[in-house]
């Protein structure tokens, strides 16, 4: 009789680990309640690029003229249509998941889960009826949710979240949004390309804050070049919704006033009324699941993975945490590494990043007891030098490396301009397998291309670059 495993959960995590499951043998049962892919592919990746890619489109043709290109007039948005099309995007990935689970006999249970105790779920239909799965071993998926903050009171139309920003009709004139961490800045990259006039409001010090300082420099200003007001080092003290308006006071004395508030300051662990209490499973001060490296709750043969457990709330972490966990259960041992994790943030332009930013690669060198100055080196290199971003009028960005001046290895790389976050997986790759600076320098790199960039970063973490003059003749 195969190993009978159930996860809770159809998301990027859920999904990724039933299928590995099934591949390593395992009988799988799915329970979901909403779609399958969850809200990674339903409301939040896939949705916000599909749109933003249209953007980005014509971001391109207003450009068309200085290219050669004659167009009449400027392109207009139908964001009805765009939304249609984002639609038909989401339901041909969703059937493309239907598709694999059917191909690996794998059981979807639609409902809401709940453990009963470390080896059964109780599953609740949408018509009242409830069933029990049981299994020799769990797998919570359960990700996270949209902020409910009671001073700003999500009505769906004058206050929003992502998810009903994503299927808007029309796009209206103005829109605060609050927050300008990854989700804010798409956002405002999204409807200041359709026309709104968009605040962004902050309450730290910078845009994108926990990304290198550079990024969040160059990204305020890109911001700002699409008309969008920035605020930051504030935050909204108080909303008043009248007359399909809101007003909002900001804790620096200013007011903005709009047609819609988009809240995109954080999300919430779905860790509550899963049966955790009931099967004893031990959860940390915020409601994320506690686990160990192997993705093992506190109760043996209870595993949790993706946003839930609060590592990295990234699509692709959770995916990589869902193999991790099944593969354990399955007899082999895996664990997974959080300082090599590459991440995209799809702002116009796009940002690209692994590993440690400049600040936090300082800190830990003088943590250590070692000079932060001498111990860290920092390379650059301006994408308006790349032939390849010339040609295709792409020259908004920068590359940046960061690396250990003693090792020469690679601690961190960050990247904001065209295809950023297509180019950012050669430095997660040098840093997997623990490339020097000089091991990548000496890779040849095609031309003309825009990942010349990065071996260009990289030479000038030791003066050597070739397109840029970073020691007087």
């Known amino acids: 009789m195969p190993t009978h495993i159930a996860i809770l959960g159809a998301g990027p995590g859920g999904y990724v680990a039933a299928i590995r499951a099934a591949q390593l043998g395992a009988r799988v049962t799915v329970i979901e309640q909403q779609a399958l892919g969850g809200v990674c592919l339903n409301w939040g990746c896939i949705p916000s690029k599909a749109l933003l890619s249209v953007v980005e489109l014509g971001d391109k043709l207003k450009k068309a003229d200085d290219l050669g290109l004659m167009l009449s007039g400027q392109p207009r948005y139908d964001l009805a249509r765009m939304v249609a099309r984002k639609n038909k995007v989401v339901a041909s990935l969703v059937k493309g998941i239907a598709t694999l689970f059917n191909a690996w006999k794998i059981e979807v249970v639609e409902g809401r889960g709940r453990l009963v105790d470390a080896r059964t779920i109780a599953v609740a239909a949408s018509d009242g009826t409830e069933r029990q799965v049981q299994a020799d071993a769990v797998v919570i998926a359960t990700g996270s949710s949209w902020p409910q903050l009671a001073q700003f009171p999500v009505d769906g139309t004058t206050i929003i979240t992502s998810k009903q920003a994503l299927n808007l009709q029309t796009a209206p004139p103005r829109m605060i949004i609050l927050g300008a961490g990854v989700e804010g800045c798409e956002c405002a990259s999204l409807f200041s390309g359709l026309g709104t006039q968009v605040t962004v409001v902050e309450l730290q010090s910078a845009v994108l804050p926990l990304e290198d300082e550079d990024v969040s420099i160059l990204m305020a200003r890109e911001l700002k070049k699409r008309g969008v007001d920035v605020r930051t080092g504030t935050t909204i003290q108080e909303v008043q919704v009248r007359d399909g308006l809101v007003r909002a006071q900001l804790k620096d004395g200013s007011t903005c006033e709009a047609e819609m508030l988009l809240v995109s300051i954080g999300r919430g662990f779905q860790s509550k009324d899963v049966g955790l209490d009931t099967a004893g499973v031990a959860v940390g001060r915020r409601g994320e699941i506690l686990v160990d490296e192997k993705m093992e709750t506190n109760v043996p043969g209870v595993y949790a993975i993706g946003d839930v457990v609060g590592k990295a709330m990234l699509a692709h972490v959770a995916s990589a945490q869902g193999k991790v966990a099944v593969e354990n259960i399955m007899g082999h041992p895996t664990t997974i590494r959080y300082d090599v994790i590459p991440a995209g943030i799809f702002t116009l332009p796009e940002v690209g990043r692994v590993g440690l930013t400049e600040r936090q690669a300082r800190e830990q060198a003088q943590a250590a007891g070692r000079d932060p100055e001498q111990a860290v080196q920092v390379g650059r290199f301006r994408y308006a030098a790349l032939g390849k971003a010339q040609a295709t009028g792409d020259i ?78």
């Open 396 to 473: 908004t960005g920068l590359f940046k490396v960061v690396a250990d001046a003693h090792s020469g290895r690679l601690l961190g790389a960050h990247i904001v301009g065209a295809h950023a976050a297509d180019l950012i997986h050669e430095a997660a790759l040098a840093m997997e397998s623990g490339a020097t600076v000089s091991t990548i320098a000496h890779m040849i790199h095609a031309h003309p291309t825009l990942a010349e960039g990065f071996v260009e970063a990289v030479e000038d973490v030791t003066g050597s670059a070739v397109h840029q003059l970073t020691k007087k003749p």
